[in-house]
């Protein structure tokens, strides 16, 4: 270390343990404490829908594809039912999907990754042709031809969504573990006897954990919008439970009408992968980790 | 040059300040030093002293984005630096003023050619420059700096150079227009001894021939003894001392200057123990209102004056120091005399109290003790491979609990060479090949080589981490390649690793204590509170308190944290301790607190060390019996005083010569052979003997046959002609070679 | 080099052989095996078996994977269920128009994602360098599908100067009627992937500016928009051509929901309508089809990254 590192890292020893620094670091953010308090809001609105909301969300009270009122605050859909409830419903499946296809991706993809990464050899190879092929067909078609096979429903979507998020994770741990696997500390717990699966678990994964936290976020916002996307295609979350995506899908036909329609589910989409991506960019910076998400952050 | 200054850079009150999460750190503090035409200024400093950024900030090249302030000013030749417009700026560096960076792997841009990044230097300060042109003065630039088959590589990219050969593209860069000041930021820190030896004298040739002002920046008080006129030491931000070089070392007037001469590990007599600085370098956060060194300082340490007032640089002698008593600086080590004893006895006792000794008893040398081993095995192999060995196996050089902790019989490691598509084994890098060594219990031996020489290699396989491709190894009694997982386990527990970056061989997810904890619960059979109370007990061992067993490694400095892992490796009461490079990541000053430890250590416990280094001040220090290693085999072995005092092979020679003493005087005389070339792949080592591509000596007896590492004089060498080499005559008389062209 | 390609080449091969192989097995996971599909539920046993001979069902399953890739290798991908036509036609009926699409978008994406990017990473506190950090922002935030709604909603509904639905207009027989039919989805695909690029590319630009060499450029004295161009933005391109070899691989399969929104007839919406009307040889071709380019581009991104990065070119 040269004194021009100075200008790097911090001179004096940061206090307390590394996770509390990184979230002192990440609390520094006003951007990523602007997304973390979005994503609040989006999770207590998607638990207290059932209070939160005005209406019924599938009730169908009023006339139809009313503009927005007092009564109605974003006006009625084409049954007479209230948009603004449906929209905070809504929330539900994006969240449920986003994160349980998040977290299907990690639970499979991090092992993957890092007994490649770790283990090397065949292990590796095998893993990253599998994830070759995985990543050869476009997220929203994967997702698409999985459906085709298993058929709709949430649980459907999630597995979905997550199989294709599997590379990615795996890409990622599988990178993060290699950068790590010989460097000293991992060298030493070899050294004291350790086996390999008390290296990998103990001393490799707590340190690649903040680059996999990041990409958490990432295909979490990824998912929101490939479960509207295939909602919009009529794939997605089954109808008549509200889903920001069906009721794009929904818009379509009455763009002439109610061009408001449209508007605001696609903001609340828009709002939810912006908060996402405001906390992905302050976990990222606080952990101190590369560039994350890359180009498959989806085209749909 | 400037009229009112006289110098060719001038830099003036000079404070650099960053921010940081922690506060703002004041990097550079009213620095002030001159150099002149034709002179060369060495400014000295640890990590962190602030002499890179001085630098950086003088020529408007700190980048990062948290710079604070930089005031003050840079002169060149009477134009302030720093006053200079951005566009103005860039057009004065690189002609009147250029820099050599530190890390030569990283300074060239990797996709374009090193050719091309020379000519650039010199067409963006020339427009009329034909590419021609430029192309043939890049040449014989290239040639200038010694680059072998100049026109040639011209066109290679900075992957295919090595990295002294990076560096001395670098310097080419930097000389390419004739500029007045060149300033060298740790320029030979990432090379190896030899080629160190190389650089400076690039450098050296590059400041005569282009009569420039050379600033010298570095860590390395040897490298400054040898090349600087004058110099400059910085603590904490400031200059302490400045004056010529022959009167800072022969009576330093600061009392940094004079313990961080005395914490030295010297290459030519084994002190008995080293007198460290105390404590740990300032946090330059807290602006202090004193002496920033008052609180590790034996002068001022409780005088008020020097934690209250700041000391402002007074003319002393010929020089200048920034201490209130600057006659009270302990003169340096090497001066006899009543002095110095003082200065180690006042370290030593801020150190905790240990008393200045011995190791062990038999360490000087003993003739006797490279002979046969008792059973009769130490012999050279019969089918001619070297037995190298160096490990003394006379029984009384033994400690009274005996036995051998380490017995490794022709030791090889293969790795594969795979090329073309199926990735097919082409051919094998030869890491270690056949090499022998013993330590007994209590014993030190220092394995010393460049970097690729193959002895970290070696270390990694007594513990199998890598696994060996042949040879015998037992450790600590066990069959070290038969074992099976479990053997295995109980071996490792036996045999510990220290290893060189502090910074990264603790688990910085894990508090220190866990960290040091993990052998005992790998280990098994000891409950939390057990492991806790063995923690303790390692904490105080090592000088660590123990109410700090709950924090991270991050808040730690270097020096503490090797301390941690020492701690780590001795938990399970390890008969062998590996030590890779432990001090070579930390200051000076540091590095003595660690060595001293270690030596402590070894007393109390008995272990056995096997340390490797590429320091061989370092390794004169601990060892008992040294071994040198060049390109996976051992060329010289023996006690300490045979290696050091009377080196037969001309690689250990060439090692000692280039290894820059830190005393200026009669270095005028002193004679230098510095090695030729860089070391060849071990993957297509030479033919005969692997040193001859670079020996001095060689004849083509040394091309056909390989020399047989036998003994030679007490000790243990492996050249054609080490009965015939003997002493300062054939050293003296060995002809001084320059690059080999190949 | 030529180690690295060919290496690379094998393990194209060796994927797309999976990949033909996951294709081809994909129909076996569907509920149902092809010939009930086709026949639908209530069909006698005897047409049901004539359709499983037709299509050679009773054969073994080494077998039938064998004739299906060696005539999916000729370019033959049988014939639709539903359609009269073989699913080889409808495949090229579709990919020129989604090639014109991708290749609109791709034109777009860099057009915007280049400076959008140098400018964020170069010039991040000038008004220039706020403003493109907005619209990445935005363009990050904002789904393509979305956006096409609001295009539409704005240009086709409330303008009407532009169609809502995208007809296929060959770019060489009617450039400007082309430019009309694609401008809308290719911007709404192209501002989020030119926001991706942007980010990448600023964030690659950003780490390079402090490496060591830049330093060393700065130095030398090279004036600072030389240091960007000859030394910055060469080394921060590398990895971007990765990036945009899976962005315009995307683009070839990944437009589904913009080709329905857009009702254009490509691919997507093709691969989309034929799972609705499980039209199962049809999705099995289009799919081989997606993934066999994609895999084509990425395996010429890499040939060419290996070009551009002499320590791979030279090693």
């Known amino acids: ?300 | 040059m400037a009229p009112d200054t006289g110098s060719a850079l001038s830099i003036r009150d000079l404070t650099v300040e960053f921010d940081t999460p922690a506060g703002v750190v004041r990097a550079a503090d009213g620095v002030s030093y001159d150099v002149a035409a034709g002179e060369t200024l060495g400014v000295v400093g640890e990590t962190g002293s602030g002499k890179s950024v001085t630098a950086l900030a003088a020529l408007g090249l700190l980048s990062a984005g948290n710079v604070r302030r930089v005031t003050g000013q840079a002169l060149l030749g009477g134009t302030d630096l720093l006053a200079l417009p951005p566009a103005e700026l860039r057009a004065v560096l690189g002609r009147d003023v250029a820099m050599i960076f530190q890390d030569p792997g990283t300074a060239l841009n990797p996709v374009q050619r090193v050719g091309d990044q020379i000519a650039e230097a010199l067409r963006v300060h020339d427009r009329a420059l034909t590419a021609p042109a430029a192309r043939a003065r890049t040449v014989e630039l290239l040639d200038e700096v010694g680059v072998p088959n100049p026109a040639g590589r011209y066109d290679a990219y900075p992957h295919q150079f090595s990295g002294g050969m990076c560096q001395r593209a670098v310097i080419a860069m930097a000389m390419a227009n004739r500029p007045r000041v060149l300033i060298a930021d740790e320029p030979t820190t990432a090379l190896d001894v030899s080629v160190q030896a190389q650089i400076l004298d690039v450098l050296r040739r590059a400041a005569r021939e282009t009569g420039a002002a050379t600033v010298l920046i570095t860590h390395d008080l040897g490298v400054v003894a040898e090349t600087a006129d004058r110099l400059c030491v910085m603590y904490g931000g400031r200059v302490v001392e400045s004056g010529t070089v022959y009167d800072v070392f022969a009576r330093p007037r600061h009392p940094y200057t004079a313990a961080l001469l005395a914490s030295l590990p010297r290459l030519d007599v084994r002190a008995d123990r080293l007198t460290p600085i105390p404590g740990r370098p300032p946090d330059l956060i807290e602006a202090v209102p004193g002496c920033p060194f008052a609180p590790r300082c034996p002068v001022g340490h409780d005088r008020a004056r020097c934690a209250q007032e700041r000391p402002e640089p007074v003319v002393t002698g010929a020089g200048l120091s920034a201490c209130h008593y600057p006659d009270e600086a302990g003169p340096p080590p090497r001066a006899a005399g009543p002095g110095r004893d003082a200065a180690a006895a006042a370290a030593g006792a801020a150190d905790g109290g240990a008393g200045v000794q011995g190791m062990t008893p038999s360490r000087h040398g003993e003739p006797e003790k490279s002979g046969p081993r008792p059973d009769g095995s130490r012999a050279p192999d019969p089918d001619g491979r070297s037995a190298a060995g160096s490990g003394a196996a006379a029984p009384r050089g033994a400690p009274p609990d005996g036995g051998v902790a380490l017995d490794v019989r022709d030791a090889r490691k293969l790795f594969p060479v795979r090329t073309g598509v199926f990735a097919r084994t082409s051919g094998y890098v030869h890491a270690v090949d056949g090499v022998s060594m013993r330590i007994p219990a209590g014993r030190t031996l220092g394995l010393v080589g460049e970097s690729g020489c193959g002895k970290s290699t070696l270390a990694r396989m007594l513990l199998r981490l890598v696994q060996p491709s042949g040879g015998e190894l037992t450790v600590a009694g066990h069959d070290l390649v038969r074992a099976n997982r479990g053997e295995l386990r109980r071996i490792r527990q036996r045999v510990q690793m220290v290893y060189q970056d502090p910074f990264a061989s603790l688990n910085p997810r894990l508090s220190v204590g866990d960290n040091v904890a993990e052998p005992l619960r790998l280990a098994g059979g000891f409950s939390r509170p057990q492991r806790r109370t063995r923690v303790l007990d390692l904490f105080d061992r090592v000088g660590l308190r123990p109410e700090h067993t709950d924090r991270y490694p991050a808040e730690f400095s270097g020096g503490q944290r090797q301390r941690v892992a020492i701690a780590r490796a001795l938990a399970l009461r390890p008969r062998l301790l590996l030590l890779d490079e432990p001090v070579s990541a930390l200051d000076v000053s540091v590095q003595a607190q660690v060595l001293n430890l270690l030596a402590d250590l070894q007393h109390e416990s008995g272990m056995a060390y096997l340390f490797v280094s590429h320091d061989l001040s370092v390794v004169r220090q601990v060892a008992d019996e040294v071994a040198v290693m060049y390109l996976g085999r051992i060329v010289e072995a023996g006690p300490a005083e045979r290696i050091y005092g009377n080196p037969r092979h001309p690689y250990t020679r060439a090692l000692l010569d280039s290894v820059p003493a830190p005393d200026p005087a009669g270095r005028g005389t002193r004679r230098r052979a510095p090695l030729g070339g860089d070391v060849p792949s071990p993957a297509d080592p030479p033919s005969g003997c692997r040193f001859r591509t670079r020996c001095p000596f060689a004849e083509e007896r040394c091309a056909a046959e390989e020399p047989v590492l036998r003994d030679v004089d007490g000790g243990l060498t492996a050249c054609h002609f080490a009965e015939t080499l003997r002493g300062a005559a054939a050293r003296a008389a060995g002809p001084v070679r320059d690059e080999v062209h190949s | 080099m030529y180690a690295y390609v060919i290496r690379r080449l094998l393990q194209f091969a060796l994927v797309l052989f999976l990949g033909s192989l996951a294709v081809w097995a994909f129909v076996f996971a569907l509920p149902g095996d092809p010939a009930t599909v086709l026949t639908g539920p209530d069909a006698a046993p005897a047409e049901l078996a004539a359709t499983r001979e037709r299509l050679g069902l009773d054969d073994s399953v080494v077998q039938q994977y064998v004739t299906w890739l060696g005539n999916a290798v000729t370019g033959d991908l049988g014939d639709s269920y539903f359609s009269a036509e073989t699913v080889r036609s409808t495949l090229l009926d579709t990919v020129p128009a989604t090639g014109q699409l991708a290749a609109f978008a791709m034109a777009l994406t860099l057009l915007i994602g280049i400076p959008v990017g140098t400018v964020v990473a170069l010039r991040p506190r000038s008004w220039a360098g706020r403003a493109a950090d907005a619209y990445l922002t935005a363009g990050l935030a904002i789904p393509a599908f979305w956006l096409g709604l609001l295009l539409i909603i704005v240009f086709a509904v409330q303008l009407g100067a532009l169609p809502a639905a995208s007809d296929y207009v060959p770019l060489f027989s009617d450039p400007a009627g082309a430019v009309r039919a694609t401008i809308l989805p290719a911007l709404a695909v192209a501002v989020h992937a030119s926001s991706v690029l942007a980010r990448f590319l600023a964030a690659s630009l950003h780490e390079v500016m402090g490496r060591d060499y830049i330093r060393t450029a700065r130095a030398k004295g090279v004036p600072e928009r030389y240091v960007v161009r000859r030394h910055a933005l060469r080394n921060a391109a590398l990895p971007t051509v990765t990036v945009v070899g899976i962005q315009l691989g995307g683009f070839l399969g990944g437009t589904v929901v913009i080709e329905a929104v857009f009702n254009y007839p490509g691919l997507g919406r093709l691969l989309y309508t034929s799972i609705g009307e499980r039209d199962y040889a049809v999705v099995q071709g289009g799919v081989l089809f997606v993934v066999a380019a994609f895999l084509c581009l990425n395996l010429l991104v890499d040939v060419l990254y290996a070009y551009l990065d002499p320590r791979i070119r030279l090693a």
């Not at chain 1, 520094?28 to 609040?40: K, M």
């Not at chain 1, 994006?94 to 499979?108: D, T």
């Not at chain 1, 990622?172 to 790590?180: D, E, F, G, Q, Y």
């Not at chain 1, 996402?276 to 994350?292: E, I, S, Y």
């Open chain 1, 1 to 300: 270390m040269t004194d021009a590192a100075l200008a790097k890292t911090p001179a004096g020893p940061p206090a307390g343990a590394p996770r509390f620094a990184a979230a002192r670091r990440f609390a520094r953010s006003r951007s990523a404490l602007v997304g973390a308090a979005g994503l609040l809001l989006l999770v207590l609105l998607a638990l207290l829908a059932p209070w939160a909301a005005p209406f019924d969300p599938n009730e169908q009270g009023a006339d139809n594809l009313l503009g927005p009122s007092a009564t109605h605050l974003l006006g009625t859909d084409e049954l007479g039912r209230d948009i603004a409830s449906r929209v905070i419903h809504g929330t539900r499946a994006s969240l449920l999907v986003g994160f349980g296809a998040a977290a299907l991706g990690a639970l499979v993809g991090v092992p993957l990754g890092l007994v490649a990464g770790y283990v090397g050899r065949w292990a590796d190879a095998v893993a990253m042709r599998l994830t070759d092929l995985l990543l050869a067909v476009p997220g929203i078609l994967l997702a698409l031809v999985i459906i085709a096979v298993l058929g709709p429903g949430r649980l459907n979507l999630v597995l979905a969504i997550g199989i294709g998020a599997v590379p990615e994770f795996a890409r990622l741990t599988r990178a993060a573990t290699l950068s790590i696997r010989e460097r000293d500390f991992v060298v030493a717990s070899r050294g004291m006897g350790a086996p390999a699966a008390d290296t990998m678990v103990r001393t490799v994964l707590p340190n690649v954990l903040g680059p996999i936290l990041v990409q958490l976020v990432v295909t979490a916002s990824l998912a929101v919008v490939v479960e509207s996307g295939l909602s919009l295609l009529g794939l997605g979350t089954p109808p008549p439970a509200p889903s920001w995506g069906g009721m794009l899908q929904e818009a379509r036909s009455y763009l002439h009408q109610s061009p408001w329609y449209g508007v605001f589910p696609g903001l609340c989409l828009a709002f939810t992968v912006f908060c996402l991506d405001r906390v992905g960019r302050g976990l990222q910076r606080a952990f101190g980790t590369a560039v994350a998400g890359g180009a498959r952050e989806g085209t749909i």
